[in-house]
């Protein structure tokens, strides 16, 4: 039971460049959730999903798509990434109604 | 909207002395509270919750934190610090649907031996 992984753990990008984060949640959770963290700021929510096909805008979307094809899936996408997209980017998950949120160990992407 | 203040970025403590870490909040509805923990290069761990019941939660690793209505806050306190309790700790509030949070900006805790 690996819990909530991501990939890849490190990544460096020139601006203008795209790249796709992947997160993998092996525990059947209905939920998941894409989140930057940034110095002083905690963590602000880019976009989340309440199921397989589902996706919706959190408090910081622009410059972000995601996908969730399969159910156990959660994809973030940077079509041109900017100098102000770095940052290290956590996914989550969870069940409905438990309100416990399963974080992966993230991903720190700097955009040069 | 909801939103989460969380005083003091950076609180540093001897060894067995007392963890006093605060948050406020401010919510439009009944609020559930958590406290998550981030350890060096890892992800957040849950910590406790509040939702609904006791006001006096109490969680792992030792701590517990009190929901106090009227002062709108939930304060995170263990009575005797430990060196593995260095990390950076979280104060979130519920958020709408999905089970959405709005997360504090963050309490380093470091440890004196």
């Known amino acids: 039971n690996a819990g909530v992984t991501q990939t890849p753990k490190f990544r460096v990008l020139k601006t203008g460049q795209s790249m796709t984060l992947l997160c993998a949640q092996d525990m059947n959770h209905e939920y998941m959730y894409w989140y930057r963290q940034d110095p002083g700021m905690g963590l602000r929510l880019i976009h989340y999903?309440?199921?397989?096909?589902?996706?919706a805008k959190g408090e910081v979307p622009d410059g972000y798509n995601v996908s969730r094809l399969k159910k156990q899936n959660f994809l973030l996408g940077l079509e041109s990434a900017a100098p102000s997209q770095t940052s290290v980017y956590f996914c989550?998950?969870?069940?409905?109604?438990?309100?416990?949120?399963?974080f992966g160990p993230g991903t720190r992407l700097t955009v040069t | 909207a909801q939103s989460v203040t969380q005083l003091g970025s950076h609180v540093s403590v001897s060894e067995g002395a007392l963890v006093l870490l605060r948050c406020n909040y401010s919510?439009?509805?009944?609020?559930?509270l958590f406290w998550y923990v981030q350890y060096p290069n890892q992800g957040l761990q849950l910590l406790l919750k509040?939702?609904?019941?006791?006001?006096l939660v109490k969680g792992i690793n030792g701590f517990e934190a009190e929901f106090k209505k009227s002062e709108t806050s939930f304060h995170l306190t263990k009575p005797s610090a430990h060196m593995s309790d260095a990390a950076e700790y979280f104060c979130?509030?519920?958020?709408?649907?999905?089970?959405?949070?709005?997360f504090g900006q963050g309490t380093r805790l470091t440890i004196n031996p």
């Open positions: 919510s439009s509805v009944p609020p559930y």
């Open positions: 979130a509030v519920r958020s709408g649907g999905a089970q959405k949070l709005v």
């Open positions: 509040y939702t609904t019941g006791a006001t």
């Open positions: 999903s309440v199921g397989e096909g589902t996706t």
């Open positions: 989550a998950s969870s069940y409905p109604d438990t309100y416990e949120q399963y």
